[in-house]
């Protein structure tokens, strides 16, 4: 009986990323999740950076089961990790309550306006739009070699406390890691998304059948002189955990433009 | 003299959208931006409704200069609405300043959560992250036949408007226009964005090759029972127009979660 009332009350957790199913990182964010309690991963079959909030509308899609976490069902997914997220929600998990997503650990910052472009969060959005408790995690170091020790770590700290007290109000959290080795972070910082914008410039070149092409290349740079952000939270050496949602609306901007209304 | 004066105080209107660079919704928006001075269009050579805010990174994109609107400079992208504005922003006006950049008129709603899906909306977003006023414009009608007339008429008014005013605050401006006659359309409305959400499913199918393949499909569900939002402005024929940001942050959930910084 007790063994039955525990699988009832058992968590679905539902990972993904933006990197790929095969990145170090979302083996990192199973290892993680595991200890939790039941698993599955859908996540695309190849790296979906700067996805943003993509969807696959004109073409279908597929999913293949695959064996790449031990003991734990995984499905790659040819479409965008939203996309990810519907299929498991709508198709592989179908009347199932998920009571988790978790995205990432992607490989590289989604601090201030990254989380616009990043599909990682995207996904954890997608979900979060479901009103499912959702959870995006990056490590500010984009290497495949990265080590994600610390990361696992407040990961793991932070999964816990969200599934012991659940996100009541905001659904959707943006937790960032300094590449930094475990022992030297130094917390977590609640904040907001700091402001910055990338210096873009495109790399310009010839192809082999002599055409032009454009490689788009650039620099983040912040320009927020406040210390409750995420961005100096970050360079601080903190965990930035930035409660997110998807209302864009600028409130205090509804009154300065009633004049619209007397065009 | 004047001449001259004109044509420094001359307003650059970058112009583009999602549904691709032959859809009547971008004709219907460059014929009214060209009333107010000099027009550059640059927008994708398909369709890419539904790419959020997708950017290319791991592959280069290329440009063709096209004569689709007569004695207007014009740009196919190989890529998506947001390297659209990009390339637009870093190469075709590289040092010149960008007065307004207006999206679409996309042929379908982007109110509600709409707005997070949209190349139409992302291409907008990306330009007022560089500090451009930003317009989207999106029709409820999502046939190529639509009849734009009621659309170019309210689009030009705000237009006039937010070249004469600016945008000083908020940079970014979500407009949807009802897909009646023009004379059925009541006026304009400055509202929030609405809540609503997806009820989805997916399509199954076999390929020709015997593989499942999975194809979205859904129907769109308001759950907003208040009156100061875009969807009802929507649907009691009122043009909405929503001033909207990039600041995902969820400023009230901050303090509730300030417990995760003792974990």
Redesign the interface.
Known sequence: MLLCITEEQGNMILVTNDDGIIAPGIKALVEVARQFDEVLVVAPDS?Q???????????????RKVNVFEGIDAYECTG?P??CV??AK??LLKGRQIDLCVSGINHGSNAS?N???SGTM?AA?EAS??GIDSIGFSLLDYSFEADFSGAKAYAS??IR?VLD?KL???K???VNIPSVPADEIQ???????G?G?WV???Q??T?PRG??????TGKFVSHDQTEDNDIAALKNNYVS??????????????P??????N?
Chains 1, 2 share one sequence.
Not at 49 to 63: E, M, R, Y
Not at 187 to 193: L, P, S, T
Not at 256 to 261: A, G, P, S, V
Request: aromatic letters at 8%; hydrophobic letters at 35%; proline letters at 6%.
């Open positions: 790296p950076s700067g996805q943003g909030h993509a969807i696959t509308i004109n073409h279908p899609i597929k999913l965008t939203v996309d519907k299929l709508n198709v306006i989380i616009i472009y995207s959005m739009l479901e700290k932070i406390a007290k009541p109000h905001c959707l959290l943006n917390g977590i910082r609640v904040c907001r998304q402001e914008t873009e410039e495109f310009e070149g192809d055409e032009k092409y454009y490689w788009l955990v930035v409660p997110s949602g998807h209302d864009l609306t600028r409130y205090p901007a509804i300065e433009l009633k004049y619209l209304e065009l």
